[in-house]
């Protein structure tokens, strides 16, 4: 079968957040199964400075507010069958960020995603690719089942919804700009609310859709979690599957992790406590036999950070240690740092991102903090299971289909979890956690059930192959 991944991100060739990495670990793990897979993704400047080896570089022209906008397809055998089409064009594509700076989008953003979802279609008519299923991800991609549809070209259509709070939505102009017809603005089409979203345009013309995790699938069918778009979603929600991403268990690997203190695996998990004791000596963290509650996120209300922020001034009380990475909003970030000078030697906060003291953070800690007010499927818990450090969750999304909530009576699950979004069901969840840390050998046993989960790739990637033959089979 011939795929065509499309994405805005995709690791190793550029990576803002979740999103990448998915992108690039089911590049990568359909090619390992034999599959002949093409990811299309943009030639952004970082790409650039990274991959400069093209193998073949080819013309193509797109109509933009007029005028032909030359651009070039840069094809690079990157596996056994993958090959990466990095989608150059200097003006669109070549700046310092991806999608804006200094928490600012680009004014032009439809339009060099516009660009990109109509560039992907001309490469593969270019090079005469024989593509099955375009498989699809997010809004910057969401024109592309309508441009399939209104061509009348011969690919199924498979658009996944990472996050639906992140919609594409822009005035109506672009219209004209990328050359769609005005019958396409309806209610049946891809007018929103009086903008052109390209997230409801792949939610209305793909093939079928589908999200991130199961719960993520079902949730953004109500009004709660449906971003205004659960009517439309209802529509297709026969279409409309939740595959559970996974994480590459090739870098996320504690046995040979070159970027922790001390390697260790389910079978040697006293290694674990190295990691513990030589973080808290390089950070300067007070007591080493205290508890050690991790972080690694997007400094973001959507991530819980409101309701920890209120749950910290009671628990760093207690005899624990925090540390958090990431950046994010501002009045989060300085209700942190506040904090975090209150309690120097309880409470280490680092505003920046840092690959490596990500590593070191899920290697160390005890327990990792994911309270997200919503969730569409989340790698940080699954990251954490996998180096024996137990996840503390809101019961949402993806944190809900892998975290199971221990269990008092069954003594056994691979975590902690909790209903009600606040701050005081989120304080009560963590003194939960610090009870079962004084019992060493239970504790043990819920370190060992999860690091023997297995959320793997390979799970992930045989459910989207059975919808691509599916996709491909289908009249």
Not at 401 to 427: P, R
Request: hydrophobic share 40%; glycine share 8%; net charge negative.
């Amino acid at each position: 079968m011939n795929i065509g991944i499309v994405s805005s991100e995709a690791v190793p060739f550029s990576k803002t957040g979740g999103l990448a990495d998915v992108a690039g670990a089911l590049f990568k793990v359909l090619t390992n199964i034999g599959e002949t897979v093409y990811l299309f993704t943009p030639y952004y400047k970082k790409t650039k400075e990274q991959f400069k080896q093209i193998e073949k570089r080819i013309p193509f022209k797109i109509r933009i507010d007029g005028i032909d906008v030359e651009g070039f397809a840069n094809l690079v055998e990157f596996y056994k069958n993958g090959f990466a089409v990095l989608i150059e064009q200097d003006h669109f594509f070549d700046r310092d960020n991806l999608y804006g700076e200094k928490g600012i989008d680009y004014p032009d953003n439809a339009i060099r995603f516009g660009f990109f979802d109509k560039a992907v279609l001309e490469i593969i008519k270019v090079l005469e690719l024989k593509i099955d299923v375009l498989h699809l991800n997010d809004w910057q991609t969401g024109l592309i089942p309508m441009f399939v549809k209104d061509k009348g070209l011969p690919y199924k259509t498979l658009y996944t919804i990472h996050n639906l709070a992140y919609q594409g939505n822009f005035d109506k102009e672009v219209l004209r700009s990328l050359e769609i017809d005005d019958k396409y603005f309806s209610i049946d089409g891809l007018e929103f609310y009086g903008k052109v979203s390209f997230m409801k345009a792949g939610i209305v013309f793909a093939d079928k859709i589908s999200t991130v995790s199961p719960t993520y699938a079902k949730e953004i069918l109500t009004e709660e979690f449906g971003e205004r778009m659960e009517g439309i979603l209802r529509t297709r929600k026969n279409d409309l599957v939740g595959i559970l991403n996974g994480i590459d268990y090739e870098i996320w690997n504690p046995q040979n992790d070159p970027l922790i203190y001390r390697n260790f695996d389910v079978e040697n998990i006293n290694n674990k406590k190295d990691n513990k004791k030589r973080f808290v000596e390089e950070f300067g963290l007070k007591n080493a036999n205290a508890p050690l509650f991790g972080m690694v996120s997007r400094i973001a209300s959507q991530k819980g950070l409101d309701i920890l922020s209120e749950s910290l001034k009671e628990i760093l009380n207690e005899d624990l240690n925090v540390v958090i990475l990431g950046t994010g909003e501002k009045p989060l970030e300085e209700k942190l740092k506040t904090l975090s000078d209150l309690y120097p030697e309880k409470f280490k906060l680092f505003l920046t991102f840092d690959e490596a003291l990500a590593h070191k953070i899920y290697a160390s800690s005890d327990f990792f903090l994911m309270p997200s007010k919503y969730e569409p499927c989340g790698l940080g818990q699954m990251i954490a299971l996998r180096y024996g450090t137990l996840p503390l969750v809101h019961e949402v999304g993806g944190l809900k289909d892998t975290v199971d909530n221990y269990s008092e009576i069954t003594q056994c699950g691979n975590g902690f979890s909790f209903e009600e979004y606040s701050s005081d069901e989120l304080t009560l969840t963590i003194k939960r956690a610090l009870l079962i840390f004084k019992n060493e050998s239970l504790l043990l046993k819920l370190i060992r059930i999860g690091m023997s989960c297995n959320f793997s790739w390979e799970q992930s990637a045989k459910k989207y192959l059975e919808i691509y033959k599916e996709l491909r089979n289908a009249n």
